[in-house]
C-alpha cells in the first residue's frame, strides 16, 4: 500500500461549481498536511496548509483532516477557469521526514 | 517564501549525453531538494543537497547517475548523466519552508531525452 493514494483521474467541471479532491494515506504519523496547486509548465505552489485534524479555510479552499479516517480533501467553491491546475496532496510527520505526496488531480473549470 | 530560480526551464537531449541542471535561491538555505515529477507518478525526491557535505540520496538514485553540487547556501545543480528516454521527466527544485515539512519549488526543468 503506498502511503499516500490520491486518483489521478481527471476532473471537469463547469464554472462556478463545487470541485471536490481527497487523499487517503497509511502513515498515522502524519500530521502536517498540504496541498499544492501545479500550473501547466509551473512548479507546485503551496495553496493550503493544516495541522492535524480540522478545517482551514482561505477565501474559496476548505481543507479538512480527517485523521481517524486518514483521509483529507480540499474543497473549492464558485470554481473558476482560473483554478485549472493540478492539484497534489502532501503530508509529512514533521521534523527532518520528508513530504510524501499524492500523484495529483488534474482539474478543469470550463467557462 | 524563498524564490527559486531553475536553469533550464526546458531542453531536448540526445540519449547517452548529460544536462546539468542549476537552482538559484534568492535566501540562504541549510538543504536544497531535488524532486523528479514523471506522468501520473507522485514526486519523488531524489536526493538532499546540504552546503558542505555530499548529497544523501533516495533509494533508487545514485551519485553516478545525478551527481550534485551544493557551493555555497544559495545554489545547487543537479546533473543527469547518460540520459535515456526513461529520464525524461521534470526536474525540480525545492527548499524547506519550516520545521512543519513544506517545501517551495523552483519553475522546474522539464527534460526530454530522444
Known amino acids: 500500500q503506498k502511503e499516500v493514494e490520491q486518483d489521478p483521474g481527471p476532473l471537469s467541471v463547469p464554472e462556478g461549481a463545487i470541485v471536490s479532491l481527497n487523499c487517503t494515506y497509511s502513515?498515522?504519523?502524519?500530521?502536517?498536511f498540504m496541498w499544492y496547486r501545479q500550473y501547466s509548465r509551473k512548479g507546485p505552489e503551496l495553496l493550503m496548509y493544516t495541522y492535524s485534524s480540522g478545517n482551514k479555510e482561505d477565501g474559496r479552499f476548505t481543507a479538512q483532516v480527517d485523521k481517524s479516517s486518514k483521509y483529507i480533501s480540499l474543497f473549492i467553491r464558485d470554481s473558476q477557469p482560473s483554478d485549472s491546475a493540478t492539484y497534489l496532496c502532501?503530508?509529512?510527520?514533521?521534523?527532518?521526514?520528508?513530504?510524501?505526496f499524492g500523484k495529483g488531480n488534474q482539474v478543469v473549470v470550463i467557462p | 517564501s524563498a524564490v527559486i530560480s531553475q536553469k533550464p526551464s526546458r531542453d531536448i537531449c540526445q540519449r547517452g549525453t548529460s544536462l546539468t541542471i542549476q537552482c538559484q535561491v534568492d535566501s540562504q538555505v541549510t538543504m536544497m531538494f531535488w524532486y523528479r515529477q514523471q506522468p501520473g507518478q507522485s514526486l519523488t525526491l531524489i536526493a538532499t543537497a546540504n552546503q558542505g557535505s555530499e548529497a544523501t540520496y533516495e533509494s533508487g538514485f545514485v551519485i553516478d547517475k545525478f551527481p550534485i553540487s551544493r557551493p555555497n547556501l544559495t545554489f545547487s545543480t543537479l546533473t543527469v548523466s547518460n540520459m535515456s528516454p526513461e529520464d525524461s521527466s521534470i526536474y525540480l527544485c525545492s527548499v524547506d519552508g519550516g520545521h512543519t515539512g513544506e517545501l517551495f519549488f523552483g519553475e522546474g526543468s522539464r527534460l526530454t531525452v530522444l
Open positions: 502513515n498515522s504519523a502524519f500530521q502536517y
Open positions: 502532501a503530508m509529512s510527520a514533521g521534523g527532518n521526514n520528508r513530504l510524501a
